[in-house]
Structure formats: C-alpha cells, structure tokens
C-alpha cells in the first residue's frame, strides 16, 4: 500500500495548470483549505493527502494513515474503531476494539512504562521503576496501579476481597460491594450494604502549594436500609457545615448557612432557598416541574412541555421536548448558542469570541448535510452526512468513512480568495482562486480553464482551443 501512494505521489505537479482531472478514476487538485496537494482514486475509496510537513493516506474505509514530523506523530486505523495505533512522541497505544490494548511512553509521573490489557481479564504494566510494575488476572489474584480512578488496587478470587486505596484512604472489601471497612487520615468507616453503615472523618488541615496551611472538613456519615434513610454531616470545622437527612419517600431536608432544602414525599414537593446564589426554588416533582426566582437563577419548567431557565451566563430552553432544545453560554471571551431540533436531526452551533470577534459556525441536518465555518473563516459544505453529525470533529470518521458518502462539497477559503466544489467524486469538479477558473466533467473528458497567461479548453484530453489573455487599448491623456 505505501508503494502505491509513492508511485501516486509522483504525479503532484509543481502547478495546478498542469493537475490530472480524470474524475472519479483519478484526479489531482490543491487543497482549498490549506497549502497543500490532495490525490483521489477510484472514487471515495484512496487518497493520497500532502499539507506542508503533514501526509495522510486512506483507503476507505478499512485503511488510514497520518504522520506530522513537526508534532511527531502518527495516527494509524484499521476499520476504525476496530483497531487504532497512535503514537506521540516516545507515548504510543495500540487498541483493538478497546479490548486488547498495548500502550508505553512516559507517564505523568515522568517515567517510562509499557502497559498490556486484555479487557477485562489481564492487565500487566513494566516500568523503569519496579514499584510501578503489576500485573492481575481477573478474577483469580492481582495488583493494580493508578487505574480505575485509584491510585492501589489489589484482590483476591474477586469479588471475595479487594483492598483499594486513593491518596491516605484504604477501603478493604469483602464480597464487594457488600461489606468494607476504611480507614485513613483521622477516617474510620464500615458498612454492610445495603443494612447499615458509618463513617466519621476529623477535621485535618494540609499545606497547598503556596505553603499555606488550609482546613480539611470532616464528616460524620450514616445509613440504614440504603437507600431509604441517611443521616449525614459534612464540613465540619468550615465556614459552611452541611446536614442532610433522608427518610425515602416520606421527607429529606438538608442544612446550611448557604443552602437550605426540603422535600416532602420524595421527589413531590421540594423547596430550596439558596442563599449563596441568591434565588429560591419548588419543585412538584423535580426536575419534571420546577419555578425558580432570584439574581443567581430563573427557571420556567414543565416537561416535556416547556422550560426556560438561566443561571449567572448560562441559558436553557426546550419546547415540546425533544422537538426544540436551546442552550446559551456567555463566559467571555466566549458567546456560544447551540439549537437542536430531535437530538441530532438538525443542529446548529454559533461561538463567538467577544475579543476578536471572530465566529466558528457548524450545522448539520442529519443524514443530508453538514456544514462548518472556523474563526479563521475557513468553510466547507458536504451533502450526506451519515456520522459527522453525532461525532462533530472526530479526525478518524472523516479520514476512514466521511469520503464514501460526501456526493458533494463546497471549500472557500477566504483569506486566499479560493474556492472549490466537487459533485460524485470529481465526476464534476471546480476550483477558483483570484487569478484561476477551472472546470472538469465526466471524467475530465471537457475541460477548461483561465488564467493570467490565456484560456484552454479540452475535449476527451486533447487541446481543441487556446485563447491568449485579452490586451486592453489604452488612451492617452490629453495634454
């Protein structure tokens, strides 16, 4: 395969007078959106791709390839997302399917390490350092390092015992997840899931980053009957103690000096007043119906009618859920608005940055069309768009899949003047730039193009016209 896109890559010509336009069987243009030269064969199913130090190559959509020697980089797919190689410098991961999955490079704890997975069976990792190595064999017997959101993992004839432990905190499991008991930093807790448990925490202080000592709050925690009854008291010794009680479904209330809320037979009748984002609340039940009043939130909300809600710079609606949902973010520099009719049917995304005043639009309407403007004003409109809608800006569907169906597309490029259009993979296709027209048709058999040294026509590849660039009469001024 690489031979072949080296014997393809010979043809890129040093001017676009002189580029290959043979349609759907092969053809040669300059990349629009970027500097740059693009090969397609065979319709939708190769190209050959060069963007300044960056190459890609793709037969869809079994096989991808990309390599950016500026970022060293190398991005390989086989039938994404089957199985997927990708290097970054010395970091590589090799996954097929997410199931078997080999990775190494440096970690964040800046030390070499390579990782084996066979999910959810095996896991082994080797390391520079011993301590980092481990290896497990689900469910027999094994030992786990900063995976699953913990930084120790160990167990035996799994779920007979696990011992876990994140940062000072160790939790020891028997027949998890039924019965633990843990221990850490002024920590003491057992349960036996889902009859009772307890856990106490002191209060505790440590030193942040700028060598300042700041307090730790402590909790004392209790349920019984999980989850029908809770009794809890969190922050201890901070400037907001919280209590919270829960007897499902008769009531739960929950204490502060910044928040109070009860709820009478959960989840009817809830009331919040929030002190701290200053606005109150009712919910009859939440969150199907919900009225809220204040300077931190406004909230209309009767679903699947209605809602309209807002929250310092953030905005909700819906009508007729999910017919129409609408969302607004003002967080500056950044203005963005997101309309969606039926999920993914039709969407349409505006971001604004309130600095530059520079605009990234994208719309899609699913399966039809996509369509997407960058801030830097670059733009492109593609007709049948069967994933690019649920995945916006994934690289990997548009390089393996998104060629198959694009029937048709439009590229400008604004800060360049040039523009293109392609319909039934190059069956027919025009390119435009400030000095240059280009026209080709059913397989490049008509052909035409202008530039500053004249116009030529062609017809089933052989010249039939050639026409010198026009000389304009000019008159003297009169003396």
């Not at 809770?230 to 919270?244: L, W």
């Not at 809320?261 to 009817?268: D, I, K, M």
């Not at 733009?379 to 800006?393: D, G, I, K, M, T």
């Not at 899949?401 to 392609?422: C, F, I, K, M, V």
């Amino acid at each position: 395969m690489g031979c072949l896109w080296a014997s393809l890559s010979l043809l890129v010509p040093g001017r676009a007078a002189e580029a290959l336009s043979a349609g759907p069987f092969a053809a040669q243009f300059p990349l629009t959106l970027g500097g740059g030269w693009r090969i397609e064969a065979g319709g939708p199913l190769m190209s050959y791709q060069v963007q300044g130090p960056v190459a890609a190559w793709t037969f869809s959509p079994i096989l991808a390839y990309r390599q950016d020697p500026e970022t060293d980089t190398e991005e390989f797919d086989f039938a994404y997302p089957l199985l997927t190689y990708h290097r970054f410098g010395t970091e590589y991961r090799c996954q097929l399917f997410q199931l078997f999955s080999l990775s190494g490079g440096r970690n964040q704890r800046d030390q070499t390490a390579r990782q084996l997975t066979l999910f959810p069976f095996y896991f082994q990792q080797r390391s520079v350092n011993p301590e980092e190595n481990y290896t497990a064999v689900l469910p027999f017997y094994g030992h786990l390092r900063h995976r699953l959101f913990r930084d120790d993992i160990r167990f035996v004839l799994l779920p007979l015992y696990v011992q876990t432990r994140n940062k000072d905190i160790l939790t020891d499991n028997y027949l998890l997840p039924f019965i633990h008991v843990r221990h850490g930093d002024a920590l003491r807790g057992w349960q036996v899931w889902p009859l009772i448990g307890h856990e106490h925490k002191g209060i505790t202080t440590l030193t942040n980053g700028f060598n300042e000592v700041q307090t730790v709050g402590g909790h004392d925690k209790f349920f019984a009957l999980w989850p029908l009854f809770f009794n809890q008291h969190t922050g201890i010794g901070t400037d907001n103690p919280e209590h919270t009680q829960i007897l499902l479904p008769f009531y739960s209330l929950q204490r502060s000096p910044h928040r109070d809320s009860t709820t009478w037979l959960w989840p009817f009748f809830t009331l919040t007043d929030d002190r701290e984002r200053k606005y109150r609340e009712w919910d009859s039940p939440w969150p199907l119906i919900v009225f809220a009043r204040g300077e931190g939130k406004t909230a209309n909300r009767v679903w699947p009618l209605f809602s309209q809600a807002r929250a310092g710079g953030h905005e909700t609606a819906f009508y007729l859920w999910p017919l129409y949902r609408s969302t607004h973010l003002r967080a500056a520099p950044l203005d963005r608005e997101r309309v969606r009719i039926l999920f993914y049917l039709y969407s349409h995304l505006t971001e604004s940055n309130t600095v530059t005043g520079t605009v990234l639009r994208r719309t899609d309407l699913w399966p039809l069309y996509t369509a997407h403007l960058d801030h830097d004003g670059l733009e492109r409109h593609q007709f049948l768009a069967l994933l690019e809608p649920f995945v916006p800006n994934n690289r990997a569907i548009a390089r393996s899949y998104s060629s198959l169906w694009d029937l048709w597309h439009w590229e400008n490029n604004p800060r360049t003047g040039a523009s293109s259009q392609a319909l039934l993979w190059n069956l027919y296709r025009r390119e435009r730039t400030p000095d240059t027209r280009k026209c080709s048709l059913l397989f490049g058999l008509f052909q035409y193009q202008s530039t500053p040294r004249g116009r030529r026509w062609r017809l089933f590849y052989l010249p039939v016209a050639h026409a010198a660039p026009a000389v304009r009469a000019h008159r003297d001024a009169p003396s």
